[in-house]
């Protein structure tokens, strides 16, 4: 019997399975994320769906990337039911619903590598503190069309930022994956054109940590579904395409009591632009392991081709209030104590967001532990500083690879932590064999620039 098992877990659970009953589900997915925030799923009679949140469901650990090698390959899913949706796109007769769920040994332990479970043990740490950590993403993604003749794909639209264009393909997608998230219980508070071609954007509602997650990787589902449904690729990829801004996820974040009665992050203090000390410091921890998290946060050697200056891209670690070139960004929210909030700009949709999101809070729980300081708000435009006067304000930059990034999260023992050492180990294998995949290519710029000249 597991500790989750109460009386509260059984009622929720009695609730899904007379819903699965009672609209005649016939399959359930069982979902949850590789090391890579791939989604990862495995179709199981809706018959056995009682037995399977009492029992768990087995599956082969050994060929999910990041998890347990062939010979420890054994691992079991507990299905979340606070996570149950029905799939909107199947049709009535062929009923599905999906649940998320969480990764056990055999040993009905949890499995310290699953990336759910680490944000739930930063959330925890959160917890005890008094924290209760609050979220949200901006997914900006590309909505492409393959080539017929085995192209290069292509955004589907010519359209600009915040653009209306009557007939539009990208209005009605948006609205169509906004009405699906919504099925699945995600209230969408934004959604409309990007500055590039082919981009958008789509935002909802701040939550909790865990739930934002979950959020987030349902929002990056649907997504693609419609995208597909429609004959079209939505992708995540931070920089699909030369010259033009890439994708980002910016995060916001804020701090409130356990109750949720109360912003920490607020102070009545019209000078510092009403942020807490708290909050100040939160935003110094950011700051101070700005360049070990990166690797988590941009963790694909794509990620750095957006982190360039001049396409709006964070690259700088410096804070500020209203500029938007540094990494850190505090929003003005007008005083108003419910929306006082920091929000980091260097993330992008195509990593994992539990990962993301657990070493987000770790260091800023971090900076209030020691009291960072921030320092001053740069309000000048970061992008238009020599060299000589970044360095005279003490501002470094983002790591300008993921080689680079990744030798600064080896040496993280806050990553270390938080990662844990099995998520923390497989993190740098995988991504060290990505990099040695990416740097032996030889790509088409470098043929056409020197196979002739050399």
């Known amino acids: 019997m597991k500790n989750f098992k109460n009386a509260a877990w059984k009622e929720q659970v009695t609730k899904v399975v007379q819903k699965v009953q009672e609209q005649d589900i016939k399959f359930v997915r069982l979902q ?13 009679s809706a018959k056995n769906i009682e037995s399977i949140f009492e029992n768990g469901q087995s599956f082969d650990g050994s060929s999910i990337t990041g998890y347990r090698p062939i010979e420890e390959s054994d691992m ?29 040994t055999p040993q009905n332990q949890r499995f310290e590598g699953d990336p759910r479970y680490i944000l739930e043990r930063a959330i925890e740490k959160a ?22 003749n085995g192209g290069l794909p292509t955004p589907i639209d010519l359209a600009g930022y915040f653009d209306f264009h009557p007939g539009d393909l990208t209005d009605d997608l948006r609205r169509e994956i906004a009405d699906t998230a919504e099925a699945f219980g995600i209230d969408i508070e934004i959604s409309h054109h990007e500055v590039a071609l082919g981009q958008n954007e789509i935002d909802f509602k701040y939550g909790e940590a865990l739930e934002t997650a ?23 990829m931070p920089k699909p395409f030369q010259g033009i801004n890439g994708s980002g996820m910016h995060t916001h974040q804020s701090l409130w009591n356990k109750e949720m009665t109360q912003n920490l992050f607020y102070a009545d203090d019209a000078k ?7 909050a100040r410091n939160y935003i110094g921890g950011q700051l101070a392991h700005g360049r070990k998290m990166a690797a988590v946060l941009n963790s694909w050697p794509n990620s750095y081709k957006r982190l360039v200056p001049g396409y709006e891209a964070p690259v700088y670690l410096a804070w500020a209030h209203k500029n938007r070139s540094p990494l850190i960004r505090v929003p003005n929210f007008g005083g108003r104590k419910s929306a006082a909030r920091m929000e980091i700009r260097c993330p992008d949709g195509a990593g994992n967001p539990y990962l993301q999101f ?8 971090d900076g209030i532990k020691n009291k960072i300081d921030p320092g001053d708000a740069v309000e ?7 060299y000589e006067e970044r360095k005279q304000r003490g501002i470094v930059s983002l790591p300008e690879n993921l080689k680079e990034a990744l ?18 180990d497989n993190f740098l294998k995988e991504k060290r064999h990505e990099w040695d995949l990416y740097r032996t290519q030889v790509t088409e710029w470098e043929v056409n620039r020197y196979i002739k000249r050399l």
């Open 358 to 365: 657990a070493v987000l809070l770790s260091t800023g729980l």
């Open 76 to 104: 079991v899913l507990y299905p979340d039911p606070t996570t149950f949706a029905v799939l909107p796109w199947r049709p009535k007769e062929k009923s599905s619903a999906r649940l998320i769920c969480d990764v056990y």
């Open 214 to 236: 979950d959020r987030a990787i349902t929002m990056k589902m649907c997504g693609k579904v419609v995208a597909a449904r429609n004959g079209y690729v939505t992708t995540y």
């Open 127 to 148: 917890t005890k503190a008094g924290y209760t950590f609050i979220c949200a993403p901006e997914l900006e993604f590309f909505i492409v069309k393959e080539s017929e």
């Open 32 to 44: 949850f994320t590789d090391i890579n925030g791939f989604l990862k799923n495995l179709a199981v």
């Open 380 to 386: 000048l435009n970061v992008y238009h500083m020599s």
């Open 272 to 278: 510092n632009g009403y942020l807490s000390e708290l």
């Open 407 to 424: 030798d600064e999260l080896e040496s993280s023992d806050l990553m270390r932590e938080t990662l844990g050492p099995v998520t923390f």
